[in-house]
């Protein structure tokens, strides 16, 4: 077994080991809800998924360097390509998991020079793990999975999500209005990760949003290797790997990924 492969065969784990973790306490525990920054939902549970997953990397990865969503939170991180990096949201989809929807995700990612090498995506309560190493192919339980081959914007489904924060609502209703106008329909399924992953697997046909890199730098690569399309509708600053950049983030079928672009610089006042 190479480098790769073991790291991924790690990340597996890890990301199955978090998500029995997060089930079982919202099966079996009373949730315990607060905010950070005033407006974003966190539980108990994601804190000790996110300390379980970071310390098991410190242990076996010493020299390496950790970005995640709850106890290293400094996206500085990301702009710093000397060692590698681990990117990590312990539940993506926080809100679904408070309110007891099962659209919640593990996500962990491994990357080097600023490119994600492996993702892993893992769905503790529809029991789905998404996997993928560069240049291997992607996965879902094992089995390979590939994009949904949309040619038209008018016949493809897509998804979105919206921030915690409701002060600048105003372009992404424009992006939404645009939309939801030119394309099938719209899901909102309230987890990045799942988003881009269902779209690798052909569930959805495009993705957009504006996330952070925890919420897509493993997704996005399970999607690349599923044969995707991903990119941004917006320009990526120099100093900024584009793996790691979620800002105007697009995600699709290839055929449909120009079209869908177009779409939403115009809605942005891009062009």
Known sequence: MDDLSAIAGFAERLARKAGELVRHEREHNTLRTGYKQQT????????????????????????????????????????????????IDPIDGTVNYAYGHPQVAVSIAYAEQGRVQVGVVHAPFAEETFRAERGRGATLNGTTI?????????QSLFATGFPYTKDALEPLVSRLNAMIHQCRDLRRIGSAALDICWVACGRLDIYY???????????????????????????????????????????????????????????????
């Open 209 to 271: 949003e504006n996330v952070s890199p925890w919420d897509f730098a493993a997704a996005r690569l399970i999607a690349l290797e599923a044969g995707a399309t991903a990119g941004h509708f917006s320009e990526v600053p120099e100093a900024m790997p584009a793996d790691l950049w979620g800002r105007d983030i697009l995600i699709s079928a290839p055929a449909v990924w120009d079209p869908a672009r177009k779409i939403l610089r115009q809605a942005s006042g891009y062009e």
């Open 146 to 154: 590939r994009h949904s081959g949309a040619t038209d914007p008018r």
């Open 40 to 87: 974003e939902l966190v539980t108990h549970a994601d804190v000790l998924a996110d300390e379980m997953i970071t310390g098991a990397i410190r242990e076996r990865f010493p020299d390496h360097r950790i970005l995640s969503e709850e106890t290293m939170p400094d996206l500085e991180q990301a702009e710093q390509l000397d060692t590698p990096l681990w990117i």
